[in-house]
């Protein structure tokens, strides 16, 4: 998935309209070198003789993305890019997660704050170093054991090995918090087999490391016992070729074998349901489905629909097929302004209840954009899902 290298998203994303102050208000110039130290350690370094890992280290928050995170992220990959020492780039987790995305907390309690240019700064920061890393000219090799979702997958999947494990669980979860699969979501979704990307897109399920594998999203498999030996293997190796890594790799990888009852067993009754061009036309075809044969997918598939976020659904739906069609940049791009207008509380407060009921309150019981509304909206002929791709205020 790795795009030619482009000033596109970087010319862009630091314009007026999308970066304002971006240059003078970055958490790495932070003055106090104790408070420098601490952003720091959320980004652990390994050196070996001619390769770089870097480490997610926040286990008590599942390694979740703070803007420290996204800006020295950002600093290190350019650093080693340019270093012609450094042949190839790892990237790991700390502790039960790779990384379990952004950390819509904090990012929450911003939102409340009124602090919305912090805001900004966390989606500008994470996404530029999402297009540093699809567009890197070395191999990068990402150890996904244990949770990897939402933002987790956008620092992982642009680059050029996956290493999936029988501890992997990725999803991309956003629409049951009223958002949309974003930090390139809409990219690589799109480009799974058949409608397997609307159907992780919208309902968040979740999927294996076999499965992972067995769609794309990881390049090898290797059981968890063996990361050690993989890690000790990658660490002796004095290379930049992306043939001798991968080598290297395989020397590890198992063979993988779906359970039964995997998605992926259903790809023709999940094309048929989650080909059609609406939220609704999807859920009547799973209803009709399901009074036709009760299966227990269809009735499982319902059930996540209707707990997600009508507006979320929408926005995320044409955001995956818009992603069919553009480069990752233009991806980014595209998820940045809808992503802004998502935490402007301006279209709905879908997000912040969202967050509320599921991370902070727990209470399981948000008040979202009623899906009758949302309907009204659009048979007016103000489709509401595209307002969520205007341009950011």
């Keep these: 998935m790795a795009l030619i290298k482009s000033k596109g998203l970087i010319t862009c994303l630091r314009s007026p309209r999308f970066l304002n102050q971006y240059h003078t208000r970055t958490l790495c110039s932070l003055p106090d070198p104790a408070i420098t130290n601490e952003l720091d350690n959320q980004v652990l370094v390994e050196g070996k003789a001619w390769s770089r890992t870097a480490i997610l280290n926040r286990p008590s ?51 409340n704050a009124g602090k919305m240019e912090d805001c900004k700064e966390f989606f500008r920061t994470l996404y530029t170093y999402i297009y540093i890393l699809g567009t890197y000219l070395k191999p990068h090799v990402a150890l996904l054991n244990g949770i990897t979702m939402g933002g987790g997958a956008g620092v992982s999947i642009p680059g050029m090995f996956r290493v999936a494990t029988d501890k992997t669980v990725f999803a991309t979860p956003e629409t049951l918090i009223g958002f949309h699969p974003d930090a390139g979501a809409s990219f690589f979704l799109s480009h799974l087999p058949g409608h397997l990307g609307e159907y992780l897109g919208l309902t968040g399920e979740k999927l294996n490391g076999a499965e992972m594998i067995s769609c794309g999203l990881a390049t090898h498999y290797a059981h968890s016992s063996k990361l050690a030996l993989i890690e000790e293997q990658l660490g002796r190796l004095d290379t930049d070729d992306p043939s001798v890594i991968e080598t290297s790799l395989e020397k590890y990888s198992d063979l993988v074998y779906l359970d039964n009852i995997s998605v992926l067993h259903r790809i023709e009754i999940l094309d048929k349901c989650f080909s059609h061009d609406t939220v609704e036309e999807i859920i009547d075809s799973l209803e009709s489905e399901t009074s036709k044969t009760n299966d227990a997918w269809c009735i499982s598939t319902l059930r996540r629909l209707k707990e997600a976020s009508p507006l979320g659904l929408k926005v995320s739906l044409k955001s995956i097929r818009e992603g069919r069609f553009q480069t990752l940049d233009q991806c980014l791009i595209r998820e940045y302004r809808m992503s802004l207008q998502g935490i402007s509380n301006q279209i709905s407060r879908d997000f912040c209840e969202g967050v509320r009921a599921r991370m902070v309150d727990k209470d399981l019981a948000p008040k979202v954009s009623s899906a009758y509304v949302i309907c009204l909206l659009d048979k007016w002929g103000s489709n509401i899902a595209n307002i969520a791709f205007k341009n950011p205020i």
């Design 61 to 111: 928050v599942l390694d979740c993305l703070s803007i420290a995170m996204g800006a020295r992220l950002q600093k290190l990959y350019t650093s080693w890019e340019n270093n012609p020492d450094i042949g190839f780039v790892a990237m790991k987790g700390s502790g039960r997660a790779f990384c379990a995305g952004g950390h819509i907390v904090t990012l929450y309690h911003m939102i």
